[in-house]
């Protein structure tokens, strides 16, 4: 194999000139955009440029700020049109040479601990905003293989974020196609004899009020910001029972659904018999809120409490000066419309396959993440041989 020490900015272009004019609008990617483990982030919107981080199409955006540098929020930014797009100042950007640096490879390489280590190690500034030092990143010396090598190296790790980006698509599809169920089962079928309850008063929704009892061993432990929409995107803090954070205080049981009390946030997360085990060697943050209720009535439960109404509903009771959150006694004050149990039912056993899927699917997601993350540092070291 041929590797050869290279500094880094001779090899890629870090924060390369990109002309964007002010006031016209582009694509726009913030820093709560990327997910850390999914390699490629779309643009939610496009605004008038006034400032900040400048990219192409296929640029990889690399967080230099703490907390997110160490929690890994890399991506590689994927338009749908031939605009270029601008963001967080608080992002380093990167950019392949032509016939020097593979784009594939070089999306890998800023996520291993060969750029992101010595990066972290570069941090400066107050305490909770240092930076990493841009004019270090730049001359690191790497010894990194010749640009054949790195595309048959890209070209393998890229084979998985594929896949996870299409399992990602299903998924959408699978909710997609839940919200039409719903429309036509629940909101067509909407009658002035349904009661309006409280969510904590509906008799098929159990308020999971029980906090973890005493364990042997460690289980692990997820707070709040290691959940994305439906995923755990973090690797969790492994912990016993006596020395675990005081907010770990929720054990997720069977056919539970989960949701934070943060106002503005979307982190659900549920749990039926094909992850149990995971519900069993987990411990979740008294940020999380949950219910949980008979196998019959699992896809009605998650798909409301998944809904963007329900969120916005939860909202609207969220209370507190510094962190605006759900309280018990706001969530009380959530009122919903309740069909009858024999429509909660029907659509259950029609979307209960279909939650069924999408555990099955960030299950794979789960497990090619972390192939795809034990190959990375092999290949790009030379430690495995294509």
């Known amino acids: 194999m041929s590797f050869n020490n290279i500094i880094l900015k001779d090899f890629c272009n870090i924060n390369p000139l990109t002309t964007l004019k002010k006031g016209e609008v582009y694509n726009f990617i913030e820093m709560q955009d990327i997910c850390p483990g999914y390699r490629f982030v779309s643009p939610l919107k496009s605004k008038a440029y006034k400032g900040g981080s400048k990219f192409l199409n296929n640029d990889i955006l690399f967080a230099r700020i703490t907390p997110c540098l160490e929690n890994g929020k890399i991506a590689q930014a994927e338009f749908n049109n031939e605009m270029p ?28 601990d060969l750029i992101r280590k010595p990066a972290e190690k570069s941090m400066t500034g107050a305490s909770g905003r240092q930076r990493a030092n841009i004019e270090f990143i730049k001359n690191l010396q790497i010894n990194l293989p010749d640009i054949n090598l790195q595309r048959k190296i ?20 699978l909710e997609e196609t839940a919200l039409i169920i719903y429309s036509e089962f629940i909101i067509k079928n909407k009658s002035d004899s349904w009661e309006m309850k409280s969510i904590l008063d509906i008799d098929i929704f159990n308020f999971c009020r029980s906090r973890i009892k005493k364990y042997d061993g460690y289980k692990e432990y997820f707070d709040t910001s290691s959940i994305d929409g439906i995923k755990i995107i ?54 999380m809120v949950g219910f949980s209720t008979e196998e019959e009535y699992l896809g009605f439960l998650f798909f409301t409490i998944n809904s963007k109404w329900f969120h916005k509903l939860k909202d609207q009771f969220a209370t507190g000066a510094t962190q605006v959150s759900l309280t018990n006694e706001g969530l009380s004050k959530m009122k919903l419309s309740v069909p009858e149990k024999d429509l909660i039912v029907k659509y259950s056993k029609i979307t209960n396959p279909i939650v069924d899927e999408i555990i099955l699917l960030l ?19 030379g430690e495995i041989e294509l």
Do not use: H
Not at 85 to 111: A, Q, W
Not at 156 to 173: F, M
Not at 364 to 370: G, R, S, W
């Open 234 to 287: 973090e690797k969790g803090l492994m912990c016993g029972y006596d020395k675990r954070p005081s907010r770990a205080q929720i054990k997720p049981i069977n056919n539970s659904v989960w949701f934070a009390r943060m106002r503005e946030t979307y982190k659900v997360l549920v749990f039926n018999k094909l992850n149990n085990d995971e519900a069993d060697n987990s411990i979740l943050s008294t940020g």
């Open 154 to 173: 890209g070209s393998v790790l890229t084979e998985y974020d594929l896949l996870i980006k299409n399992n990602n698509r299903r998924i959408e599809i």
């Open 85 to 112: 797009g601008f963001g967080s100042t608080e992002f380093i950007i990167f950019r392949y040479k032509e016939n020097i640096s593979d784009p594939n490879f070089l999306f890998y390489l800023t996520c291993s």
């Open 363 to 381: 299950k794979k997601n789960k497990n090619l993440i972390n192939t795809r993350d034990l190959l990375l540092p092999k290949l790009i070291s």
